[in-house]
T-cell receptor, first 117, second 115 residues
Framework: SQELEQSPQSLIVQEGKNLTINCTSS?????LYWYKQKYGEGLIFLMM?????EEKSHEKITAKLDEKKQQSSLHITASQPSHAGIYLC?????????????????FGKGTLLTVNP | DTAVSQTPKYLVTQMGNDKSIKCEQN?????MYWYKQDSKKFLKIMFS???????INETVPNRFSPKSPDKAHLNLHINSLELGDSAVYFC??????????????FGPGTRLTVL
């Protein structure tokens, strides 16, 4: 089964600093999803990457997928307290286009981000 | 407008009881999911329905029974609740377009505490 490793497990930064969270897969990824979860709330979809080398940005958050499609990074520029939360990467297995396996997302264990004002 | 909603948001109950959690989505999606997030925040798929048909059934005790009365609803019924069932349960939905599995959108979660 596919496993996703996220690093670091937790991160504390000062407001205004840049930071990067990584997500590494044991297998080639078909789709890589980044979500953010605030305490006591659901998951908020941030971005989805599918092609090798793809990069997407939304406001101050940029996500990249490497050419081999086995590693993704999430970069936050000039962090703010509103960026605090748990960041989760989720992925679909590669090459399985029928049956139930391609529907499910496998998640990493999350990165807890704290931004101190 | 709420896209994926769950009720209740909090559920506290005694061991051995039977309880249900309801999920509704108004996104017009045809696939719905139940995930469980444990105390370590690890999120894991439990079930998935596509057009009211069960397509994913992970290794989950048969005390857990999903029911999808229509494409917009997926409920989760749990019999004989145990302490280990305490967790946050998330519902999600997505649109399966021409065989492509698209982005999953999550509900706010139901925090279940079994005493």
């Amino acid at each position: 089964s596919q496993e996703l490793e996220q690093s670091p497990q937790s991160l504390i930064v000062q407001e205004g600093k840049n930071l990067t969270i990584n997500c590494t897969s044991s297998k080639t990824l078909y789709g890589l999803y980044w979500y953010k979860q605030k305490y006591g709330e659901g998951l908020i979809f941030l971005m989805m990457l599918q092609k090798g080398g793809e990069e997407k940005s939304h406001e101050k958050i940029t996500a990249k997928l490497d050419e081999k499609k086995q590693q993704s990074s999430l970069h936050i520029t000039a962090s703010q307290p509103s960026h605090a939360g748990i960041y989760l990467c989720g992925a679909r297995p590669l090459g399985i286009n029928s049956g139930g396996s391609n529907y499910k997302l496998t998640f990493g264990k999350g990165t807890l981000l704290t931004v101190n004002p | 407008d709420t896209a994926v909603s769950q009720t209740p948001k909090y559920l506290v109950t005694q061991m051995g009881n039977d309880k249900s959690i309801k999920c509704e989505q108004n996104l017009g999606h045809d696939t719905m999911y139940w995930y469980k997030q444990d105390s370590k925040k690890f999120l894991k798929i439990m079930f998935s329905y596509n057009n009211k048909e069960l397509i994913i059934n992970e290794t989950v005790p048969n005390r857990f029974s999903p029911k999808s009365p229509d494409k917009a609803h997926l409920n989760l019924h749990i019999n004989s609740l145990e302490l280990g069932d305490s967790a946050v349960y998330f519902c999600a939905s997505s649109h399966d377009q021409l065989g492509r599995r698209l982005t999953q959108y999550f509900g706010p979660g139901t925090r279940l505490t079994v005493l």
